[in-house]
């Protein structure tokens, strides 16, 4: 199996946390068709914590709750599967999850073939409770052998929290993607600071082992374990998606979907937006302009000859965010320029060989794709 694509899905923990069960799950995949979302790209339905029983069966395996999921996790999944949808879950490398539910360290292989027998596809790896004197980096290689030796097809998807430096070991254990950084809040900060956190480690990021900066708060309008009432608007959810397809993410939406708002909708299937985050080729952005600003401006070369411009605008007051042809060391005089298309409005700039500048509302942002034209 290769991940030749950072994977996009919903994962049930930004809204509902301990709050999960069978019916949800359901009516989260059956608006995931309904609304387009499946065809726009995301195909994973994620359980993450709290799907479990305190304790583990007579045979050692782990338990659903079966107050929360009366089917068991099988029916689950053959739902979700007919919906042309994928099933992931949620285990931990510890000797607990995070809210002190039975966990897989030492039962990798066990509970590995747990899984595979549910039908998983796809596995979030926790950190909580992981012994100090053991070893992280066996932990992950461990589970991944275990998916592995399965059989089945399981994207592995490593949640360390970026701890012992993770970009530069993970991909050797065999995960799919890693998350880079703590968790995320319904906060603008939260989002600017987990985004400038990855600055020197998005590098690390390429087809077949992804870094990811958590789940998305998109359209969560305060709602939920993470949500944080009146502190993000459209503008912030708009910057925020923008920000996380620069950078290639994992593309795992967190709100309530079965109440997202159309304009939400529109904002998570954005073409323009989705290419950009699934481009095969996954380049780091280059920021241009003196690295302590924060209107800042990023050059990032797509497949295709294609490439985006991105202007940000991370301040509580309207400025512009300016592209300078030079910080990228394109040659004004090379004879080519850059033609633009906005891919919020469709606005058409260019071509243009000289310095940009974009007027942006607070916490705004502009995105262009170009191409090269000679002129
Ligand atoms: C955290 C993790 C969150 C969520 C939570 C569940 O460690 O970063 O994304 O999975 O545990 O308890």
Request: one cysteine or more; proline letters at 6%; glycine letters at 8%.
């Amino acid at each position: 199996m290769i991940i030749n694509k950072p994977p996009m899905g919903w994962n049930s923990w930004n809204t509902f946390a301990w709050s999960i069960n069978d019916q949800l799950i359901r009516e989260t995949a059956d608006v995931m068709v309904s609304s387009g979302l499946r065809d726009a790209g995301y195909e994973y339905v994620v359980i993450d914590d709290c799907y479990a029983l305190r304790d583990r069966g007579p045979d050692g395996r782990i338990v659903p709750d079966p107050d929360k999921f009366p089917h068991g996790m099988k029916s689950l999944a053959d739902y979700i599967h007919s919906k042309g949808l994928k099933f992931g879950m949620y285990s931990c490398a510890g000797i607990m999850t995070c809210a002190q539910y039975p966990s897989s360290f030492d039962k990798e292989f066990l509970d590995a073939q747990t899984f595979a027998d549910w039908g998983v596809d796809y596995l979030k790896y926790d950190f909580c409770n992981f012994p100090k004197t053991a070893d992280p980096r066996m932990a992950y290689a461990r589970m991944s052998m275990a998916l592995k030796a399965t059989g089945r097809d399981i994207v592995f998807s490593a949640c360390n929290w970026g701890e012992f430096e993770v970009e530069k070991w993970i991909r050797s254990t065999g995960a799919h993607l890693y998350r880079s950084t703590g968790d995320i809040g319904e906060r603008f900060s939260a989002v600017i600071d987990i985004f400038q956190s990855q600055d020197k480690k998005i590098r690390y990021s390429a087809p077949g082992c992804y870094n990811d900066m958590d789940m998305l708060i998109v359209g969560m309008d305060g709602i939920g374990n993470v949500g944080h009432p009146g502190l993000c608007g459209d503008t912030e959810y708009k910057t925020h998606f923008a920000l996380w397809c620069l950078n290639g993410q994992p593309l795992m939406m967190g709100s309530d979907l079965r109440r997202l708002r159309p304009e939400m909708l529109s904002l998570l299937t954005n073409k323009d937006l989705l290419r950009i985050d699934q481009d095969e080729e996954c380049r780091p952005p280059i920021v241009t302009g003196p690295p302590w600003c924060n209107r800042p401006c990023y050059f990032k070369h797509l497949s295709d000859r294609q490439f985006v411009l991105a202007f940000f605008n991370l301040e509580d007051e309207e400025g512009s965010s300016d592209f300078r042809p030079w910080d990228i060391g394109f040659p004004t005089t090379a004879g080519f320029g850059m033609s633009l298309r906005e891919v919020f409005t469709g606005e058409v700039k260019g071509p243009i060989n000289d310095y940009i500048s974009v007027d942006l509302a607070p916490h705004d942002c502009s995105v262009f794709i170009g191409e090269w034209v000679a002129m």
